[in-house]
């Protein structure tokens, strides 16, 4: 009977272990940036220490950077839905057919940052947004901020805008560009430092970081300028919904726990950081004079003037989503920027 007893208890305890084991799960993720890129070494290096710690080290997580499960940003939301990576980062305005609501986030408005604008998505993101990523478990929408236009005219006006032929931060904002009196002109992001130094293009709507490596465009610019109405890329961080529905309880509650809010905030951080590393830069160079652009701060005054000139871009723009079936456009913005 003791015998038959501890062999009972030996694979008992045998199953716990082959359980335990089991229980483990490492999530892949799936992202087109490399791996020095702000996102992977903030909110994705914060998620992998969050789960891996909350979980006791059952859930955990492996970044395939650089388009190693797919190359290119255009597919990042279809690879999450097909499970191509368990989780996928990528930019909503990529294929913005698929989040016209969503794309709303990124026009200018009373968003000061990335952070502020975020929180502002989250305000409305169950009443008028969750619709649009319901084939996923979106664990994080964050958004960074199109701060700075830099070019080789003084855009620091609406005098100047006129007739510049400036890029935009995501098609969206067109009309309000043209409101303003420019003539926008598509050109993806690893071509702005030739179209500004062949005369190409005017100046480009971007963030703080993008004057310093990779992009390097304080080399080809003759000026930087700050305090106009911001602009905003939405990123997203979506989980294929099979994988996440298969975890265990305890893995989806930790899911849970950090998706939303809370990672989207990271997430917003990240490229925060980046510019504030961009702006100590900036601020050492204008203390030693080693700066090769001008750095111009629009005034208050000037920049009232732009955003009075931006509005008469929104009538084309609610038109344009009334005729795609989005009759309640306006309300959806005025509720991102109460």
Known sequence: ML??????????????????????????????????????????????????????????????????????????????????????????????????????????????DGEDSTRRIWAVYDEYLADEWSDVKLLALGTAAGSVLVGNRDVSTLEGMQGAKVVPFANTTIPMLQGMGAVPVALPVDEHYTGLSTGLIDAVVTTLNNLMPPWNLDDVVDYAVVNTPATFQVAFIAMNRERYEGLSDEHRAIIDEIAG?????????????????????????????????????????????????????????????????????????EALNQ
């Not at 992977?40 to 290096?45: E, I, K, M, Y």
């Open 3 to 112: 015998k038959k007893l501890g062999l009972t208890a030996a694979t008992a305890l045998a199953l716990a272990f082959t359980s335990q084991y089991a229980a483990a799960e490492e999530l892949s993720v799936a992202t087109f940036v490399p791996p020095t890129h702000e996102s992977n070494v903030g909110v994705f290096a914060w998620f992998g220490e969050e789960i891996e710690k909350r979980s006791g080290g059952t859930l955990t997580m492996k970044l395939y950077p650089a388009g190693q499960l797919g190359s290119g940003p255009v597919q990042q939301y279809k690879r999450a839905v097909e499970g191509v990576g368990d989780i996928t980062f990528g930019l909503a305005a990529l294929t913005p057919t698929l989040f016209p609501k969503t794309m709303l986030a990124i026009l200018p408005g009373k968003a000061t």
């Open 261 to 333: 809010l809370p990672m989207s905030l990271e997430l917003a951080a990240s490229f925060q950081h980046a510019d504030d590393m961009a702006l100590d830069w900036v601020n050492a160079q204008l203390d030693s004079g080693d700066m090769n652009f001008e750095w111009i701060v629009v005034s208050d005054e000037e920049r009232a003037k732009m955003e009075d000139a931006l509005l008469a871009g929104m009538e084309e723009i609610y038109a344009d989503y009334t005729d795609r079936g989005i009759g309640n456009a306006q309300e959806i913005y």
